[in-house]
Nanobody, 113 residues
Framework: QVQLVESGGGLVQAGGSLRLSCAAS????????MGWYRQAPGKQREWVAV???????NYAGSVKGRFAISRDNAKNTVYLQMNSLKPEDTAVYYC???????WGQGTQVTVSS
């Protein structure tokens, strides 16, 4: 099993930055891909970024060039660096373990215009 706890969300002005963290427990973390997703009120949850166990990454087009996912396997932690934030980035952000399937509780990111 893997348990995930996000932190680092908050309020920021457009153009600002935030760094989200997701601390994982369990021995599976270092072996599997991890992702970040987000969900705005009244909208579907959408994929944001993914990182493999060896550190290769991919991003949704809406965040490409602005966000960066990374991981520190020794610390069992995955990060999402968010730069040049826009109001449309406002959402609850969730980290996700693909195998086994597991989700964090989410952390709120609010970007003001």
């Amino acid at each position: 099993q893997v348990q995930l706890v996000e932190s680092g969300g908050g309020l920021v002005q457009a153009g600002g930055s935030l760094r989200l963290s997701c601390a994982a427990s369990g021995s599976i973390f270092s072996l599997n891909s991890m992702g970040w997703y987000r969900q705005a009120p009244g909208k579907q949850r959408e994929w944001v970024a993914v990182i493999t166990r060896v550190g290769t990454t991919n991003y949704a087009g809406s965040v490409k060039g602005r966000f960066a996912i990374s991981r520190d396997n020794a610390k069992n932690t995955v990060y999402l660096q968010m730069n040049s934030l826009k109001p449309e980035d406002t959402a609850v952000y969730y980290c996700h373990s693909y195998v086994p399937d597991s989700w964090g509780q989410g952390t709120q990111v609010t970007v003001s215009s």
